[in-house]
């Protein structure tokens, strides 16, 4: 399985990050990171469904900082 959350380490960094993804229509959802996950940041993550990677590579170029990345079933 793709991990599919993108941890980032702030919920303004979460919002610019999906609207980055939306203006590339790639689906990607705001969301409490999961307390399971071992990170520091402000608890929100990304939810993309569809092209984890591709989406990840888009916001580095993009100059979002990416803490990393955690399975969703983690939850």
């Known amino acids: 399985m793709n991990n599919q959350l993108i ?6 960094y979460a919002m610019k990050a999906k ?3 939306d203006s590339y229509h790639i ?3 705001i969301q409490r990171t999961p307390k399971l ?3 520091r940041s402000c608890g929100y ?8 990677d591709r989406a ?9 900082r990416i ?6 079933e983690q939850i």
């Open 45 to 52: 993550c990304l939810f993309v469904p569809n092209e984890p």
């Open 7 to 12: 941890l980032l380490p702030s919920v303004t």
């Open 19 to 21: 609207n980055i993804l």
């Open 37 to 39: 996950v071992e990170i």
């Open 67 to 72: 803490l990393g990345r955690a399975e969703r």
């Open 56 to 64: 990840e590579e888009i916001l580095r170029k993009k100059g979002v």
């Open 27 to 29: 689906r990607a959802y």
